[in-house]
């Protein structure tokens, strides 16, 4: 019989320092058991003021250490959505200085990297909301304190934010990413209105359209392939017409917050400064989707630019030779080509003699223009056609001469216009001469 069945109101006699030791080893033992270690001890409020002194860095890297880590660090972002982690500033509405905005928006980068390996077990569709949520507090719209939506620097840091958290993902993720974007901020409403409509009647939707779609979708992009991936999403969806309006909306001329659609159909670049102000973005851009994309075939590239010299009404030829100088060699012959084989005699010699003009302007050698005068002679069929063509480009030289000449006496001051022009035909005339007499003059 034990006699502690008669004892139950006293406990049975242990030593305090076994006890102790007993608990030592329980709680060494849980250590080790717990995925956090010692870390798994603390109260979850004190892990989250912890977690309030690390930086976005280390809270980035953390996650990655263990899914009971990550699992934390989502926690404390999701229920902290306001610390100083996630908001930069009080108010990401700001103006910056050139030189102060690569820092900044390197802290937005380090921001998607967290949110992209804290909710990396979520599905798309579930990150997709917090990229939503983020965005509310970016766009410009929705504060009371941005004063000045293009000097803004909110949705450029946005902007480097959502590259960074789809940095990875295959292409149909990125189309479900750019649909919900789209969707959330109502872009693609705002963007149709202005393409159906007159250009210049709504600056400031344009503007709108221009800002939001460059700096989400395209300025923060890694590489000139990815910038061809999301141009294709703007643009893929629209009819050819609008797609050129689009592409010009996007890249074309602007000043003082203001696009430069009639300046292209009536006045040209008087400096190669000033021309590669105007076409040097949009040339820039042609050639990426011309070379970085797979879903824009050469034919695609010469309709659109079909479209976009021609809108809103016909570009100056100076400026199509401009645009198609910029372009490169490449699209500049396969344009030159197309309109030689369709018979678009007058458009050729009209943009032919313009590369003359602008050549003479720029100290640009003539060579390029023979040499594409060349290539297009190869392609036509017939001698006769040649020999108009031909004949077509020099009439060309003397109605530009003789009408300029006559803009000249009448004092609207176009003399340094004729000089050039007089200098680009005599500069032809000599490369021509010059192959048609090579073999005797040695």
Same mark, same amino acid.
């Given at each position: 019989?034990?006699?502690?069945?008669?004892?139950?109101?006293?406990?049975?006699?242990?030593?305090?320092?076994?006890?102790?030791?007993?608990?030592?080893?329980?709680?060494?033992?849980?250590?080790?058991?717990?995925?956090?270690?010692?870390?798994?001890?603390?109260?979850?409020?004190?892990?989250?003021?912890?977690?309030?002194?690390?930086?976005?860095?280390?809270?980035?890297?953390?996650?990655?250490?263990?899914?009971?880590?990550?699992?934390?660090?989502?926690?404390?972002?999701?229920?902290?959505?306001?610390?100083?982690?996630?908001?930069?500033?009080?108010?990401?509405?700001?103006?910056?200085?050139?030189?102060?905005?690569?820092?900044?928006?390197?802290?937005?980068?380090?921001?998607?990297?967290?949110?992209?390996?804290?909710?990396?077990?979520?599905?798309?569709?579930?990150?997709?909301k917090f990229v939503n949520d983020f965005l509310t507090r970016m766009m410009c719209s929705n504060s009371k304190y941005c004063t000045e939506a293009v000097s803004c620097v909110a949705l450029c840091s946005f902007?480097?934010?959502?590259?960074?958290?789809?940095?990875?993902?295959?292409?149909s993720e990125c189309q479900k990413a750019y649909d919900v974007v789209c969707q959330h901020s109502c872009i693609l409403k705002t963007l149709k209105y202005v393409v159906t409509g007159n250009p210049g009647y709504?600056?400031?939707?344009?503007?709108?359209?221009?800002?939001?779609?460059?700096?989400?979708?395209?300025?923060?992009?890694?590489?000139?392939?990815?910038?061809?991936?999301?141009?294709?999403?703007?643009?893929?969806?629209?009819?050819?017409?609008?797609?050129?309006?689009?592409?010009?909306?996007?890249?074309?001329?602007?000043?003082?917050?203001?696009?430069?659609?009639?300046d292209m159909c009536e006045s040209t670049p008087s400096t190669s400064e000033e021309s590669a102000r105007q076409f040097g973005e949009i040339a820039n851009i042609i050639q990426i989707l011309y070379l970085q994309?797979?879903?824009? $075939?050469? =034919?695609?590239?010469?309709?659109? #630019?079909?479209? !976009?010299?021609?809108?809103?009404? /016909?570009?100056?030829?100076?400026? @199509?030779?401009?645009?198609?100088?910029?372009?490169?060699?490449?699209?500049?012959?396969?344009?030159?080509?197309?309109?030689?084989?369709?018979?678009?005699?007058?458009?050729?010699?009209?943009?032919?003699?313009?590369?003359?003009?602008?050549?003479?302007?720029?100290?640009?050698?003539?060579?390029?223009?023979?040499?594409?005068?060349?290539?297009?002679?190869?392609?036509?069929?017939?001698?006769?056609?040649?020999?108009?063509?031909?004949?077509?480009?020099?009439?060309?030289?003397?109605?530009?001469?003789?009408?300029?000449?006559?803009?000249?006496? $009448?004092? =609207?001051?176009?003399?340094?216009? #004729?000089?050039? !022009?007089?200098?680009?035909?005599? /500069?032809?005339?000599?490369?021509? @001469?010059?192959?048609?007499?090579?073999?005797?003059?040695?």
């Amino acid at each position: 019989m034990d006699i502690k069945t008669y004892m139950s109101c006293k406990k049975p006699r242990r030593s305090i320092r076994l006890e102790g030791k007993v608990q030592e080893h329980m709680k060494e033992t849980a250590i080790k058991q717990s995925p956090l270690g010692i870390f798994d001890i603390l109260p979850l409020e004190l892990k989250f003021y912890i977690l309030k002194f690390c930086s976005v860095i280390d809270l980035s890297l953390m996650t990655i250490t263990s899914k009971a880590m990550r699992n934390l660090i989502e926690g404390y972002r999701v229920t902290r959505p306001l610390s100083r982690h996630f908001l930069e500033l009080p108010d990401p509405h700001v103006i910056l200085p050139l030189d102060e905005q690569a820092e900044y928006f390197k802290k937005y980068q380090r921001l998607g990297l967290l949110m992209k390996r804290s909710s990396c077990l979520y599905a798309t569709k579930e990150r997709l909301k917090f990229v939503n949520d983020f965005l509310t507090r970016m766009m410009c719209s929705n504060s009371k304190y941005c004063t000045e939506a293009v000097s803004c620097v909110a949705l450029c840091s946005f902007g480097h934010f959502f590259h960074t958290v789809i940095a990875g993902w295959d292409d149909s993720e990125c189309q479900k990413a750019y649909d919900v974007v789209c969707q959330h901020s109502c872009i693609l409403k705002t963007l149709k209105y202005v393409v159906t409509g007159n250009p210049g009647y709504s600056m400031d939707q344009e503007m709108k359209c221009r800002v939001f779609l460059r700096r989400v979708f395209l300025d923060a992009c890694p590489t000139s392939q990815d910038k061809a991936f999301w141009l294709s999403r703007i643009l893929k969806p629209w009819p050819m017409v609008h797609q050129a309006k689009i592409l010009y909306l996007l890249y074309g001329a602007e000043t003082d917050g203001e696009l430069l659609w009639y300046d292209m159909c009536e006045s040209t670049p008087s400096t190669s400064e000033e021309s590669a102000r105007q076409f040097g973005e949009i040339a820039n851009i042609i050639q990426i989707l011309y070379l970085q994309s797979k879903e824009w $075939s050469e =034919d695609d590239i010469i309709s659109v #630019l079909d479209e !976009l010299t021609s809108y809103p009404d /016909e570009w100056l030829a100076e400026n @199509v030779a401009h645009l198609l100088l910029m372009c490169g060699d490449q699209i500049t012959s396969k344009l030159l080509i197309s309109k030689a084989i369709n018979g678009r005699i007058i458009e050729l010699c009209s943009i032919t003699t313009s590369f003359c003009l602008v050549c003479v302007k720029n100290n640009f050698s003539l060579s390029y223009v023979i040499t594409m005068l060349q290539n297009i002679i190869k392609v036509m069929d017939s001698p006769k056609d040649r020999m108009t063509f031909i004949n077509s480009m020099m009439d060309m030289f003397k109605e530009l001469i003789l009408d300029m000449h006559e803009y000249t006496e $009448s004092g =609207d001051g176009h003399d340094g216009e #004729l000089y050039y !022009l007089v200098m680009a035909l005599s /500069e032809f005339t000599k490369r021509v @001469v010059h192959i048609a007499f090579k073999s005797l003059l040695g």
